[in-house]
T-cell receptor, first 113, second 111 residues
Framework: NAGVTQTPKFQVLKTGQSMTLQCAQD?????MYWYRQDPGMGLRLIYY???????DKGEVPNGYNVSRLNKREFSLRLESAAPSQTSVYFC????????????FGQGTRLTVV | RKEVEQDPGPFNVPEGATVAFNCTYS??????FFWYRQDCRKEPKLLMS???SGNEDGRFTAQLNRASQYISLLIRDSKLSDSATYLC????????????FGTGTRLLVSP
């Protein structure tokens, strides 16, 4: 089972460039999430989609946009990358918003120079 | 104050040792509690849920103290393969239900 698939795994951007991180899940989950993980900060929620057709801001949404393309796919876009967005990004999915088990993708290591 | 706080460690223990991690959370209305495991440069994965009555899964025991807003994870007979970062996770309802992750406690088990 593929589970949650994220692309790309690694990316280096120059300040001001844009990019989209792709995420797809094959578990028929309703809810999908984007987190970033920084040293000493833990995982922080950027945006989430409780169900297909809805998206909402999490704790740290500034500088990001998302699209829930369909039930399977949830993309994260950086319109104008900044060095502060250097981080490891994880996509995750769960059956429902209140489900305790979230399944994570392998992560995207993004460096903005 | 962080919503979920953990000692970052690292905890260095020999194989066979028993080690315990603690975690505190700030929101008394928190609903559910979990321990996730994250290996180096990998994604987090659910290790176990934490129930009010305490629960055990093999060598792992999780306990919850709602009055003190405190969660613990006990690992007995540590194995080299237990080396990882253990994330304390709390399900909170702050307008929407979200999983709030602690920064993790790093465990290193040595031969």
């Amino acid at each position: 089972n593929a589970g949650v698939t994220q692309t790309p795994k690694f990316q280096v951007l120059k300040t001001g460039q844009s990019m989209t991180l792709q995420c797809a899940q094959d578990m028929n989950h309703n809810s999908m999430y984007w987190y970033r993980q920084d040293p000493g900060m833990g995982l922080r929620l950027i945006y989430y989609s409780a169900s297909e057709g809805t998206t909402d801001k999490g704790e740290v949404p500034n500088g990001y946009n998302v699209s829930r393309l369909n039930k399977r796919e949830f993309s994260l876009r950086l319109e104008s990358a900044a060095p502060s967005q250097t981080s490891v990004y994880f996509c995750a999915s769960s059956e429902a918003p209140g489900a305790g088990e979230a399944f994570f993708g392998q992560g995207t290591r993004l460096t903005v120079v | 104050r962080k919503e979920v706080e953990q000692d970052p460690g690292p905890f260095n223990v020999p194989e066979g040792a028993t080690v315990a991690f603690n975690c505190t959370y700030s929101n008394s209305a928190s609903q559910s509690f979990f321990w996730y495991r994250q290996d180096c440069r990998k994604e987090p994965k659910l290790l176990m849920s934490v129930y009010s009555s305490g629960n055990e899964d093999g060598r792992f025991t999780a306990q919850l103290n709602r009055a003190s807003q405190y969660i613990s994870l006990l690992i007995r007979d540590s194995k080299l393969s237990d080396s990882a970062t253990y994330l304390c996770v709390v399900l909170m309802n702050t307008g929407f239900q979200k999983l709030v992750f602690g920064t993790g406690t790093r465990l290193l088990v040595s031969p």
